[in-house]
């Protein structure tokens, strides 16, 4: 065994071929090179993260408008995630953005039955769940990117804000009504003189205990200990029979095997679409990031098509058992390394805990306050979602970026969670068109004294030879840049007076496809007509192929083809006047 720059033990790479059983399971290869020394690092680790989780899956389950031990249920993916996944510190569990979406789905789909509800939402978890599955059998991991990391925070981020929005009568004790959050909002504020008291001074004493902690104490599980003084508070101070809403019964025992009511998923089925593949993109996003991250810092590695079939196990498994959606939560991976896991019985451990806190504890639960309960789903989404450092970032990098997160928030808080997903993955496709159709075509220069040419808008001193413009493409040569190119061509003719010869430097230019070679033909005609001659630098051989195969480099002719863009001005300088 190995050790790390910090003198921690380096996980030991597999050697040798594994077998059918071991990629599939790679709980089971980590098993076989188990250390005994780990052991007890995995199960301080897997009791430390449960009694995390625990009160987080609470406010998980109030988010997404489901009984209490629904959230809990959630645990069995844990578990499967440690048999099937190959990160050995992640802890999956549900996370606030995917119960933003679970919520967002049941308003969509009009259900207010608890027992429609939960129903619903352990379809769109197992539908989820089936969509992994069939991303790791065809090995379409790339899918994720349809969702750019500045359309995630605006979406993540507005989620919050409309949580928190959804969460604040809880707080007053009061009942408000609107279609979005700005409604929602502005009910709320109209509602405040009907405020209860005894339910405003339990919020506002919840909220400054979990972010009070958060800020002096941080190493403090602030969740559990909000829960835990809730708990005793409704005990000794007789909430309930002080006007205090409790969350009700949560019963003791563990989940059965339930499949959800076909009926109700096919009458929403286009809900339930959208919500699988929401759920999809935020979850393989968030898991795949993580698990890099870990393997990357305990130096062994992780297969990402495995990472999916273990997320559509712990989905499938959450799904079935009446859960909700499930991924990583950073959170709780960190917390969960940095109390010793070293390899997925952590997580088993995790999972097992909680499942035995329902057998044991669930009813205690039945007293929590719903203010508490509140405060605790809105310390999770705002400390959770609110990445407010990457909105500066965004911002301070690249402006166009920020606004699209802003559109995206925007989006969100006016027509819904679920909607403000289609928005971004809109959002998402629209950059990349936009972007795709309109590469960066600088004009060259010459840098003094030199043979190097390079942008002059980039470096206005250097010198431009009379009579060539050499221009550059800097992305692909087919059909959604070709037209780009050719007017770039032509606005160069036309504003270059005594213009003798284009240079057109394809270094950047690493692939072509048909339109893109045919329109290369256009640009030559293009130039002779005014003229011109047209010479190509600097052409990947993959290129050079296919104009090769379309006959274009024979009209072009391989004395107008050069190695470098110095070679082609000179070539031109050197061609005798017309």
């Not at 990160?87 to 027992?115: D, F, H, N, W, Y």
């Not at 129903?119 to 969509?131: D, Y």
């Not at 190119?485 to 950047?508: K, N």
């Amino acid at each position: 065994m190995t050790s790390q720059p910090d003198g921690e033990p380096a996980v030991a790479a597999p050697t040798g071929p594994t077998s059918l059983a071991t990629r599939l399971f790679p709980l089971l290869g980590q098993l076989r090179s188990y250390d005994r020394s780990w052991l007890r690092g995995d199960v301080i680790a897997g009791v430390t993260v449960a009694a995390l989780i625990v009160p987080k899956n609470l406010g998980y389950a109030g988010i997404a408008g489901i009984p209490l031990q629904n959230g809990l249920y959630a645990a069995a993916g844990a578990i499967l995630y440690a048999i099937f996944g190959t990160c050995r510190q992640i802890s999956m569990g549900p996370s606030s953005g995917l119960a933003a979406v679970a919520a967002s789905a049941v308003v969509a789909a009009g259900l207010t039955k608890e027992t429609d509800v939960a129903s619903f939402v352990a379809g769109i978890t197992l539908a989820s769940g089936v969509l992994f599955l069939v991303l790791a059998v065809l090995k379409m991991g790339w899918i994720a990117q349809f969702l750019s990391r500045a359309v995630v925070t605006g979406f993540l981020f507005g989620a919050a804000i409309d949580v928190v929005i959804g969460e604040l009568p809880k707080l007053t004790g009061t009942d408000v009504d609107g279609t979005n959050s700005f409604q929602e909002l502005w009910s709320w504020l109209g509602s405040l003189a009907e405020t209860q008291r005894a339910t405003a001074i339990v919020g506002a004493v919840s909220l400054l205990v979990v972010f009070g902690l958060r800020r002096v104490a941080p190493q403090v599980p602030g969740a559990l200990v909000l829960v835990v003084g809730g708990l005793l508070a409704s005990y000794l101070f007789d909430l309930g029979d002080h006007g205090v809403a409790l969350v009700g019964d949560v019963p003791r025992g563990l989940p059965s095997f339930e499949l959800p009511q076909w009926s109700l998923m096919w009458d929403h089925a286009g809900t339930v679409a959208v919500a699988a593949v929401a759920l999809l993109l935020i979850g393989f996003s968030q898991t795949t990031g993580d698990a890099r991250a870990f393997a990357a810092k305990h130096r062994y590695q992780i297969d990402v098509d495995q990472e999916s079939v273990a997320q559509s196990a712990a989905n499938i498994g959450a799904g079935v058992l009446q859960g909700m959606p499930v991924s990583t939560s950073l959170s709780a991976s960190s917390l969960n390394d940095h109390s010793g896991a070293r390899s997925g019985l952590a997580s088993i451990t995790s999972g097992v805990t909680v499942l035995l806190t329902l057998l044991v504890l669930a009813p205690l639960f039945s007293q929590l306050p719903k203010p508490v309960l509140g405060a605790l789903i809105i310390e999770a989404v705002v400390m959770g979602m609110m990445d407010v450092p990457e909105m500066r970032r965004i911002y301070r990098v690249q402006r166009f970026d920020f606004w699209v997160a802003v559109a995206a928030i925007l989006g969100t808080l006016i027509f819904g969670v679920l909607a403000g997903v289609v928005i971004g993955i809109g959002l998402s496709l629209l950059w990349l068109v936009a972007v795709a159709t309109h590469p960066d075509m600088p004009v060259l220069g010459r840098e003094t004294g030199t043979q190097v040419f390079r942008s002059l808008s980039e470096h206005v001193g250097d010198e431009q030879v009379a009579g060539v413009v050499v221009v550059a493409l800097d992305g692909g040569l087919f059909f959604a840049t070709s037209d780009s190119l050719e007017d770039r061509v032509r606005g160069v003719i036309q504003e270059t007076p005594d213009l003798t010869g284009v240079v057109l430097d394809c270094a950047g230019i690493n692939f072509v496809d048909s339109q893109g070679s045919a329109k290369l033909g256009d640009i030559l005609e293009l130039c002779d007509q005014a003229g011109t001659t047209l010479r190509l630098a600097r052409v990947k051989p993959s290129v050079r192929a296919v104009l090769e195969r379309d006959g274009v480099l024979a009209r072009i002719g391989t004395d107008h083809l050069h190695g470098n863009v110095h070679r082609a001005v000179e070539a031109e300088q050197a061609e005798p006047r017309r």
